[in-house]
């Protein structure tokens, strides 16, 4: 089995997002869009690790609107589109 290297990811999600999750999403970047909705950026290190992510999601309550790969620019900052 080949292991995973980190991968950047950004998830959408309905509604506003306080930033105190950030840490809660494992440092993920929360940004709040304009058209009312959240950003969540950063990196995870495989995919059982994006699958926590996105239990998160789900045990919060929140409408998962999309899941996209993104270029990892590093832990924390701002990631640009593959």
């Not at 929140?62 to 590093?74: D, K, R």
Request: hydrophobic residues 40%; glycine residues 14%.
């Amino acid at each position: 089995m080949t292991r995973q290297a980190p991968a950047g990811y950004r998830l959408r999600v309905a509604g506003r997002l306080d930033q105190h999750w950030s840490a809660w999403f494992g440092d993920f970047t929360v940004i709040h869009e304009s058209d009312g909705t959240t950003s969540l950026s950063g990196v995870v290190p495989d995919q059982s690790a994006l699958h926590g992510l996105l239990m998160k999601v789900r045990d919060l309550g929140l409408t998962l609107i999309s899941v996209q790969a993104i270029e990892a620019a590093g832990k924390g900052g701002r990631r640009q589109e593959g």
